[in-house]
Structure formats: structure tokens, C-alpha cells
């Protein structure tokens, strides 16, 4: 594995609330931007991804990392950052120590399951662990819930992580861009997403900008 590239380097983590195409496109646009990208997928976010896109990835993460570039081939995107596929139980992995994880990090989609693990700081897992650094590192921390209704529980949890600092932004795009397509829509949360981690984008015009 490569040395931890300064400024330049997220965790991102795939759990099992629809909206698998959130989470690719943001893949894409990080390793774009030549982001290093700890990507960890959770079991129950392999099938949303076979559901939602078709897209069966293997448990082994060496397989599942060449089908995700494989999958990137054939959009025809072409990017410079690298991706770091990590299984739930590397527990040597940068993301694991505040010594060595990356500053950021982002879980989209994000269930509610996962959240209440986060929020009540039960580091199970890679993935659960990975956000616990973050936010006892004082990082960047953005989780993209997508359920609904959301119950007095799943609030709670929300307000709890957002009073640690982190970012809670649902899965809800606008429409004041007047989208033209689902992934005008994907694109829109994707883009705001970016625009909380500094990263540059042109997947959307901005407000009282380039208006049509």
C-alpha cells in the first residue's frame, strides 16, 4: 500500500441504504480528482449494488476492487487517483489509527444501522471503526442517510453525531436545477457532497450562477 498522499486522501464507505449510484458517482469523481480512496463496502451494500445497478461485486476485495475499474472502463472514465478496497476485519489498515487515517471521510449511502453503530461508538468493524478515528481525531465526517421516514431513533442518533461534528446530509437532491435524468439527480447530492470536502466539480451549474 502506498504512503497516506498528504491532503489528498478519504475513506468512503458503501453500507446497505439504497442509493448505490450516490456512492459510485462519488467514487468516480474522487478518484478523478486524484484522490487516494480507502474504499470499505459493507455485506448488505453488496446487494443494494446488485440490485440498484447490477453490479455483483466478489467478497474477496482484490476481485471486487478489478471489477470496480473494470466497471469504470467501461463509462470510459479515466482517473488518477488509486483505490484502496479494504475488507471489514483489516484492522492494519490506515483507516483503523488516528495515527494514519485519512483526515476525511464520507459514508454514502449510510443506513441506519450503521448509524446508531457510529453514534454509540461501537467500532464492530473496519467501516464503523474507520468513522469512530475520524470523529475522535476531530475530522471530517459526512454521513448521507437515506430512509423514510426517519423514527425519533434515527434523529437522535443524527443529532448526536452532528453535535460531535459531523455532517448530516440526506439523500435528498433538489429540483431547482431542473433535472433532466436520475443521474442529474445523483449528480446534484453527489456535487454538494464535494463541495463539503473542497474538492472541485463542474456536475452541476451553482445558484445565481450559469442559470438556464
Known amino acids: 500500500m502506498s504512503y497516506l498522499k498528504k491532503n489528498k486522501s478519504i475513506s468512503l464507505a458503501w453500507t446497505g441504504a439504497s442509493g448505490a449510484p450516490y456512492g459510485l458517482k462519488l467514487l468516480e469523481c474522487l478518484l478523478v480528482a486524484d484522490y487516494q480512496v480507502f474504499l470499505m463496502i459493507s455485506s448488505a451494500a453488496r446487494v443494494v449494488l ?3 445497478q447490477g453490479l455483483k ?5 482484490d476481485k471486487a476492487k478489478a ?7 467501461d463509462l470510459g472514465v479515466i482517473f488518477t487517483g488509486e483505490l484502496h478496497l479494504l475488507g471489514k476485519d483489516e484492522w492494519f489498515s490506515p483507516p483503523a489509527s488516528g ?6 471521510m464520507v459514508i454514502c449511502p449510510c443506513s441506519t444501522g450503521s448509524l446508531a453503530a457510529i453514534a454509540t461508538g461501537m467500532s464492530n ?6 468513522a469512530d478515528v475520524v470523529i475522535k481525531e476531530r475530522g471530517q465526517l459526512i454521513l448521507v442517510p437515506r430512509e423514510t ?3 425519533s431513533i434515527h434523529l437522535e442518533h443524527m443529532l448526536s453525531l452532528s453535535r460531535l461534528g ?4 440526506p439523500a435528498s437532491p433538489g429540483f431547482y436545477h431542473d433535472p433532466k435524468s436520475v443521474q442529474d439527480l445523483v449528480n446534484f447530492l453527489v456535487a454538494r457532497i464535494l463541495d463539503h470536502l473542497g474538492v472541485e466539480h463542474q456536475l452541476t451549474h451553482r445558484w445565481g450562477y450559469e442559470q438556464k
Open 149 to 151: 421516514p426517519f423514527n
Open 67 to 73: 471489477q470496480l475499474l473494470v466497471f469504470f472502463a
Open 166 to 169: 459531523a455532517t448530516i446530509m
Open 125 to 130: 468493524n473496519l467501516l464503523e471503526r474507520a
Open 99 to 104: 495515527s494514519a487515517a485519512p483526515k476525511k
Open 57 to 61: 461485486l466478489s467478497a474477496n476485495s
Open 50 to 52: 446488485a440490485t440498484e
